[in-house]
């Protein structure tokens, strides 16, 4: 591998680059043939030329590989490239959102400590916390995404970490993150955000005073619903233990996953500046809509956090939640009318997808958690995709026009 061909942007080479040409040039590493394009290195494990450079490499001299689930060369320009763009010091990449999640839990967290966690969390990330991080002595307090003060009254001296994901889903609530980055810092605890719904183009959490950032990379990263991966980032030395965890546990990025991410990335803010176009847009019809009662969407200023969004926030995202009068049987029949929009809880695609939280997403809930979680029966949540704004919303007339 040599590093110094012209034009490749290196560690220690990045200084005033903006965020659109990182996403295209930051990490990239060529191998012997100057290939231009990033090159995808299918192999498990690598060879050393003696006995000497393989007890070298073994005993953590850097600079070269050893075996893939402890790293590889297109996993290192992911991460290289991703921790540019986030402005981190290190990134670990992972085989999805949630092995990023589990990884960051299980290299910080011991039993007999406490975690603060928003009530707002993935499914996903929700039963990983309840079902399985539980079980091994860790302690967990949920608390709103939204209310500050709440977070400071769940503070006990074994609190170790804060959990939180902004916007959250369905209803894109938005947490102050650098008030409770300060509040962590106060009582020495360490803030998480997943920042999946927003990537480093439209949010860069760690500025904001964050110490650790997690991504679901199979989200818009990818962008294009190929791929699944994840990624840990935050400072060198505090990635220590995670990065044993994952080469010891193996839930590592294959090259090739990492391969499609490293092109995914290039269009990334691209991408996300027409999904949060063509979504205020789409909100900002449906908030004149007279059979809506509701809408969601950050961008919006009717947003309850609209100024907050606005400043942590470049731009509003794809995701908008919005409720329909008439309950379920209005919200299906806009979901059973469609004929373009996917009917799928995925988000993070090209293609706009929509989605009915309260039987989906949301539906292992009871009625009084999704009545606390604002999930009605009329809810409806859509990711914008980039098909036409003008073809979403006739899509999405069809049914409204049925009520
Ligand atoms: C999808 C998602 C995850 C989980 O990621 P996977 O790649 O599916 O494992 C975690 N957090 C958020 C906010 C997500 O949207």
């Not at 930051?26 to 007890?55: D, K, P």
């Not at 975690?115 to 929700?126: I, Q």
């Not at 959250?168 to 020495?188: K, R, V």
Request: hydrophobic letters at 45%.
């Amino acid at each position: 591998m040599t590093k110094n061909i012209n034009n490749s942007i290196e560690e220690g080479n990045l200084p005033d680059y903006d965020m659109e040409t990182l996403a295209v040039r930051a990490g990239i590493s060529r191998s012997g043939f100057n290939e231009h394009s990033e090159a995808l290195f299918l192999t498990s494990s690598f060879v050393f030329a003696n006995a000497q450079e393989a007890a070298d490499r073994f005993a953590g001299a850097p600079g070269g590989y050893i075996y893939s689930r402890v790293n590889n060369p297109t996993v290192t320009m992911f991460e290289e490239r991703l921790a540019a763009l986030e402005g981190a010091e290190r990134c670990l990449a992972t085989a999805s959102g949630m092995s990023a999640i589990l990884a960051t839990l299980m290299g910080l967290l011991s039993a007999g400590d406490h975690l603060v966690a928003s009530r707002s969390l993935f499914g996903s990330t929700m039963q990983l916390l309840t079902n399985v991080i539980a079980r091994f002595g860790v302690t967990i307090s949920f608390v709103s995404a939204v209310d500050v003060a709440q977070w400071r009254a769940a503070i006990q001296p074994n609190t170790r970490l804060f959990f939180v994901e902004s916007p959250s889903n369905p209803l894109t609530e938005i947490s102050d993150i650098a008030a409770l980055s300060a509040l962590a810092h106060g009582a020495n605890i360490r803030l998480v955000v997943d920042n999946s719904f927003c990537s480093p183009a439209l949010q860069r959490p760690l500025k904001l005073g964050a110490d650790i950032v997690v991504h679901s990379a199979t989200k818009y990263l990818d962008g294009q619903g190929r791929v699944l991966g994840g990624a840990v980032l935050g400072n060198a030395k505090l990635l220590d233990a995670i990065h044993s965890f994952l080469r010891t546990a193996g839930p590592t990025l294959s090259p090739f996953n990492a391969w499609v991410l490293l092109k995914g990335m290039e269009t990334l803010a691209l991408r996300m500046a027409a999904h949060s176009t063509n979504a205020l847009a789409l909100a900002q019809w449906l908030a004149s809509h007279p059979l809506i009662e509701q809408v969601w969407y950050p961008g919006l200023t009717s947003h309850p956090q609209h100024e907050l969004a606005a400043a942590q926030q470049s731009a509003g995202g794809a995701i908008i939640a919005f409720s329909v009068r008439g309950g379920r049987e209005a919200a299906w029949r806009v979901i059973d009318a469609t004929r373009l929009i996917s009917i799928t809880a995925n988000l993070g695609d090209t293609k706009t997808t929509i989605t009915h939280p309260a039987t989906t997403t949301h539906g292992r809930l009871s009625a009084e958690q999704r009545a606390e979680a604002g999930v009605g029966e009329g809810l409806l949540r859509l990711a914008v995709g980039l098909e036409s704004v003008r073809d979403i919303r006739q899509d999405l007339e069809r049914g409204l026009n049925m009520g």
